[in-house]
């Protein structure tokens, strides 16, 4: 992991195993199958239902910076605990969880690369025991980071000028399907893509195990289609979370300075009227 720009925002499955015990170390899960974490998680692990813990209850949009602060204190994490997500399918919602705890201005924050997954085919154990922590009160120094996000006008304005990524599946991109296959719920009015946008999907940037390809890998996948350091880059998919996972290869591993995730993605902007689309 040392080719990393930031090797130190992921860590291994080793690790975790010799810090399970560790009270300065909190593991959480977040998976896209929210029963998954009942049937089986790392010992020691908290999980987080994305749909209920993550999003507000009214409205689309995320928990605020104090109620975030709340699911910490809750996880007994304090201002010196080392946060560790995980969850199935390469970090999707793990992936998600970072950038949104990232959003909401926490710091101390890693990825177990590889994930459950990873973890899974190592055959280290899982338990179904579910702990319980003293709530410590934590508070999240930082501020929020509008930096790292995109809203849809941003989006329209900056079409041809900058570096957008469409890390949906080809048949999204393509206008040949409005959302993958197990979740047909969440569709836009239209399908297409947003013009000009490299369609980069998110899966290329891992490995068979689950873990992050190598930054020369990276590299070669996002600047073979002119996803370079020196631009600004909006990564965009269905409602913000296959993106996250390339927001954070583009700037966690690989440094790119100027990197925003736009969460609104095709569910809002193939809802959009009179904004540009293309298809094929």
Same mark, same amino acid.
Request: aromatic fraction near 10%.
């Given at each position: ?11 291994? +499955?080793?690790?975790?195993? &010799?810090?399970?015990?560790? $009270?300065? *170390?909190?593991?959480? !899960?977040?998976?896209?199958?929210? #029963? %998954? ?13 994305? +749909?209920?813990?993550?999003? &507000?209850?009214?409205?689309? $949009?995320? *928990?605020?910076?104090? !109620?975030?602060?709340?699911?910490? #204190? %809750? ?18 919602? &793990? ?186």
């Amino acid at each position: 992991m040392t080719d990393y720009v930031k090797p130190d925002v992921l860590v291994d +499955t080793d690790w975790v195993e &010799a810090h399970l015990h560790d $009270d300065a *170390v909190r593991v959480i !899960e977040v998976d896209e199958d929210t #029963s %998954a974490y009942e049937k089986g998680h790392i010992e020691g692990a908290v999980g987080w239902n994305w +749909t209920s813990d993550l999003h &507000a209850k009214v409205g689309r $949009d995320y *928990v605020s910076r104090s !109620e975030l602060a709340g699911l910490l #204190s %809750a996880a007994g994490v304090g201002p010196d605990t080392t946060v560790v997500l995980y969850g199935g399918n390469n970090n999707w919602f &793990a992936a998600y969880a970072y950038w949104i705890l990232k959003l909401r201005g926490s710091d101390n924050i890693r990825l177990l690369n590889g994930g459950r997954k990873k973890w899974e085919l190592e055959s280290r154990p899982l338990t179904q025991a579910v702990p319980t922590f003293q709530p410590t009160g934590f508070e999240i120094a930082g501020g929020d980071r509008p930096e790292i996000r995109a809203w849809r006008d941003e989006v329209i304005s900056k079409i041809g000028t900058i570096g957008l990524v469409d890390v949906r599946s080809p048949e999204e991109f393509r206008g040949e399907k409005l959302a993958p296959d197990h979740l047909p719920q969440e569709q836009s009015q239209v399908p297409g893509h947003v013009p000009g946008a490299a369609n980069i999907p998110w899966v290329l940037a891992a490995n068979d195990d689950g873990t992050f390809k190598s930054a020369d890998e990276l590299r070669e996948l996002y600047e073979g289609q002119g996803i370079t350091a020196d631009r600004e880059v909006i990564a965009y998919c269905r409602i913000g979370e296959r993106s996250s996972h390339t927001w954070f290869a583009l700037q966690e591993l690989l440094g790119y300075a100027n990197v925003k995730n736009y969460d609104g993605s095709w569910t809002e902007y193939g809802s959009l009227v009179g904004a540009p689309v293309e298809v094929g």
